[in-house]
DNA sequence: TTGTAGGCGTTATCAA
DNA sequence: TTGATAACGCCTACAA
């Protein structure tokens, strides 16, 4: 591999005019610039980013942590994540977290500056990760994606709120007065913005509320709480916290003889692939995932440039119809 | 940030013998150890990545190379390398690839090997992806999760073939004669081992096979391809060669009048969450893919560190029936 | 068993 | 506009 030395060496100047091309430094003549350029690509050079690295105390590298795996929304935001940090010449190193213990998000977050990651973006979106995150003692910028709004600064933001008040209020035009929202674990920023978003809709439309069931965001989960919600006669819709969970229960109800849309309507969010296919085709509300991950990067490298963050408005949802809702 | 120097003035040795410690090196007196085990974690100390990157020129960082966006299957993989790779001490720099053309293909392998990856796990299962490494200039050990079987040496499977072939002889078992095949595209390594395995359950059934369709893996080719084969009448059972695929392929037939699987079985392969809870439930073939991500961690480091490459048996598939296939 | 010297490839600082 | 010199933090080689 060759070094900044041969490429001076090639060129006829010193190593140190050599870096002062490779970062646009402006004070170099034209013709000088031209040579060093030339023997570089003679050599196909390429700088050694550790070199570099050890120099600046700059890896160049954002660290993406997750806590979720093979899911699609957040893996569809990582592909957003790495598209924009490749475009700004960062690389991406991905950490999944096991556990969302603080003693697991602790040793991930120090194995990522240990690797001297120049920020990080946080797709652990339990409300406690975010809080062990503000109370690190390490000091390294960061971003989370799913960061409650009003949050000091850095808010980022689907409008889930405003996403899960559209489904519920979709419910509600519907002629439905009776809907259940079977919501996300507890613990989960999204979970609690898309049970704001019912519990708004329902409240403005001046309808009953339920408590909301809390599942697990897994299909199973629905399939359960369908099986057991058939046994109810008290609602006529339903408004799941994610389309996993809105087709395990609508599998749970086709068991149970519960017919959808007939006897209930259901209603999911995240417009994964399939919701479109299953049957009865899902309504749902979609949300584009990778875009997310791409303000996501902007935001973290403006924070690391020490530049004005971006002002994002919120990233807008959009209501998706199809057969799993109907009028009562 | 304290350096190895401040760890070794506060142990009071020399900054070699903390190196020592760091490095496991045998001969070093245990109280010494301990001196300077105390001053590390005094100090918190972490060695700094980019200067050890730098000496040695072994960054410990592995490169993944994937060719697709949040689907099931890659993502899951992506996850279990991520695991194996972290626990071996190695960190994981994920590059997404926005096209497969040789170009794009050459620069991401170099844009990793300036990040000076250690090595390469490829998810980019087109047959030309992996052509085009193999011919690269850029020396670089590499693992690709779909390998073709018998390609010299660094073979890792999940046996394709034989779960095709399982699901094929499933329907067969069911009393299916007339049997189509739902592929994936041409260029795809894994779409021609299922179709492989479809042909070989055929011919060893002594039963027609007919040309396969091609399509791309998504739910919306399946769903087309179900309104298009709904006006033939020359078969009884479609094997999609993903779960994708498939659910738009009962979607697509739905729609058309053709009831599954009362009129024509279907099965898919990959079995995805919600291929257990989509209407009617689907046939499939279940794969580990976290296993595979982790096995090929396995084999790029033994190819790393120069040590035999371990042999795994072929990772088994499951066949899951469900609702999807029934008897003729 | 431990310490000293040198260098990995780059950028920063200062001088020319 | 360019060049010489000194770090950055660590490891390898050799010496003690």
């Given at each position: 591999?060759?070094?900044?030395?041969d490429?001076a060496?090639?060129?006829?100047v010193?190593?140190?005019?050599?870096s002062?091309?490779l970062?646009?430094?402006?004070s170099?003549?034209?013709?000088?610039?031209?040579k060093?350029?030339d023997?570089?690509?003679?050599?196909?050079?390429?700088?050694?980013?550790?070199?570099?690295?050890?120099?600046?105390?700059?890896?160049?590298i954002?660290?993406v942590?997750?806590?979720?795996?093979g899911?699609?929304?957040?893996?569809?935001?990582?592909?957003?994540?790495?598209?924009?940090?490749?475009?700004?010449?960062y690389?991406?190193?991905?950490?999944?977290?096991?556990a969302?213990?603080?003693?697991?998000?602790?040793?991930a977050?120090?194995q990522?500056a240990?690797?001297q990651?120049?920020?990080?973006?946080?797709?652990?979106?339990q409300?406690r990760?975010?809080?062990?995150?503000?109370?690190m003692?390490?000091?390294?910028?960061?971003?989370?994606l799913?960061?409650?709004?009003?949050?000091d600064?850095v808010?980022?933001?689907?409008?889930?709120?405003?996403?899960?008040?559209?489904?519920t209020?979709?419910?509600?035009?519907?002629?439905h007065?009776?809907?259940l929202?079977?919501?996300?674990?507890?613990?989960?920023?999204?979970?609690?913005s898309?049970?704001?978003?019912?519990?708004?809709?329902?409240?403005?439309?001046?309808?009953?509320?339920?408590p909301?069931?809390?599942?697990d965001?897994?299909?199973?989960?629905?399939?359960?709480a369908?099986?057991?919600l058939?046994?109810?006669?008290?609602?006529?819709?339903?408004?799941?916290a994610n389309?996993?969970m809105?087709?395990g229960?609508?599998h749970?109800f086709?068991?149970?003889?519960?017919?959808?849309?007939?006897?209930?309507?259901?209603?999911?969010?995240?417009?994964?692939?399939?919701?479109a296919?299953v049957?009865?085709t899902?309504?749902t509300?979609?949300q584009?995932?990778?875009?997310?991950?791409?303000?996501?990067?902007?935001?973290?490298?403006?924070?690391?440039?020490?530049e004005?963050?971006?002002?994002f408005?919120?990233?807008?949802?959009?209501?998706?119809?199809?057969?799993s809702?109907?009028s009562?």
């Amino acid at each position: 591999m060759p070094s900044i030395r041969d490429v001076a060496r090639l060129a006829g100047v010193s190593h140190q005019t050599v870096s002062r091309v490779l970062n646009d430094h402006p004070s170099i003549r034209p013709e000088t610039k031209a040579k060093v350029l030339d023997a570089i690509s003679v050599l196909d050079y390429r700088p050694n980013l550790a070199a570099r690295a050890l120099v600046t105390s700059k890896s160049n590298i954002l660290g993406v942590l997750s806590a979720t795996i093979g899911e699609f929304g957040p893996t569809s935001s990582i592909a957003g994540i790495e598209d924009a940090a490749r475009e700004e010449g960062y690389s991406v190193s991905t950490l999944n977290l096991g556990a969302t213990t603080p003693e697991a998000i602790g040793n991930a977050v120090r194995q990522l500056a240990r690797e001297q990651v120049d920020g990080i973006v946080v797709l652990a979106p339990q409300v406690r990760v975010f809080h062990v995150l503000r109370g690190m003692t390490v000091e390294m910028p960061f971003v989370s994606l799913q960061t409650a709004s009003g949050s000091d600064g850095v808010t980022l933001s689907a409008d889930q709120v405003a996403g899960a008040r559209a489904a519920t209020e979709h419910l509600i035009s519907l002629g439905h007065s009776d809907i259940l929202h079977l919501a996300g674990p507890q613990d989960w920023i999204e979970a609690e913005s898309r049970m704001r978003g019912y519990l708004d809709g329902l409240r403005e439309a001046d309808l009953p509320t339920f408590p909301p069931i809390r599942g697990d965001w897994t299909a199973d989960f629905g399939y359960f709480a369908g099986q057991e919600l058939s046994r109810r006669r008290d609602f006529t819709a339903v408004f799941a916290a994610n389309d996993l969970m809105a087709i395990g229960l609508m599998h749970g109800f086709r068991d149970a003889g519960v017919r959808v849309p007939h006897d209930v309507s259901v209603i999911g969010f995240d417009d994964i692939p399939v919701a479109a296919h299953v049957a009865p085709t899902l309504s749902t509300v979609h949300q584009d995932f990778p875009e997310l991950g791409r303000r996501a990067v902007r935001i973290l490298l403006a924070q690391i440039r020490g530049e004005a963050v971006p002002e994002f408005g919120p990233l807008q949802t959009l209501l998706r119809t199809r057969e799993s809702t109907a009028s009562r």
